[in-house]
């Protein structure tokens, strides 16, 4: 009998976001708004009091919460999130136990298994650092190195993933994860969370979005089905 095990922050409204640095040196903070656009009490009226419904209103910036990036996200002649395939979203998936790091250091190639483990995989870090959300803390946190970027894609993952709000150094304005693996088609998805529970054992990694069309990113509901 398979158990799943939640890997998503639940989307909420005022949730934390990233935070993008201005040319000035300020920052935009992202959130999401979640409202009813039409209450219980209000929809009453239309349907003679005998039902009532609430329409909920949701406005997002799409990299938010957990959330998986497409190629697009990167490059504007690469495919979109409605052009992903499930296939590409269901994948056998490994954790990668890289507790115990620093903010802003570096995670380098020497914690992957070898090529042939994580063929064809979902790879996912576990920084742990999923104890800090809704936290200062969250915001300055470890990352995968160049050379950790680059032996992933020689070995031919399929998805990348991090429970921290980037996969990338946020000093590094090229940002090689994002560049060298969507540009190989091995999306990205960030803000994982429980990744703990799912050291050493089979599973089944799951992140399908929405399907929307010249959207560059888009919320999921990751989880892991362990049988």
């Known amino acids: 009998m398979s158990r799943y095990i939640d890997l998503s922050h639940s989307l909420e409204n005022g949730m934390p976001a990233f935070r993008m640095r201005n040319p000035d040196g300020t920052s935009t903070q992202f959130s999401a708004s979640i409202k009813p656009f039409l209450t219980h009490e209000q929809s009453k009226p239309k349907y003679d009091s005998k039902a009532a419904f609430e329409i909920t209103e949701l406005n997002i910036h799409t990299s938010v919460g957990t959330y998986l990036d497409s190629p697009y996200h990167r ?16 994948l056998t998936g490994i954790v990668i136990d890289v507790r115990g790091r620093k903010p802003f250091e570096p995670v380098g190639p020497e914690v992957l298994p070898l090529p042939e483990v994580m063929r064809g995989k979902a790879v996912l870090f576990c920084f742990g650092w999923d104890a800090h959300w809704g936290k200062e803390e ?16 020689a ?6 993933g991090v429970d921290t709000i980037n996969i990338d150094d946020n000093h590094d304005p090229e940002r090689p994860a994002h560049s060298w693996l969507l540009k190989k088609n091995i999306l990205v998805v960030e803000n994982l969370c429980n990744l703990a529970g799912l050291i050493g054992k089979e599973f089944r990694f799951y992140c399908v979005p929405v399907k929307g069309k010249k959207v560059a990113a888009m919320p999921v509901r990751a989880f892991g089905e362990v049988q």
Not at 155 to 160: D, E, L, N, S
């Open 155 to 160: 070995a031919g993952v399929k998805i990348a």
């Open 75 to 90: 490059y504007p002649e690469m495919r979109d999130i409605s052009e992903l395939l499930l296939e590409e979203l269901i």
């Open 138 to 153: 969250y915001y300055s946190y470890p990352f995968i190195s160049r050379d950790c970027v680059e032996t992933l894609i």
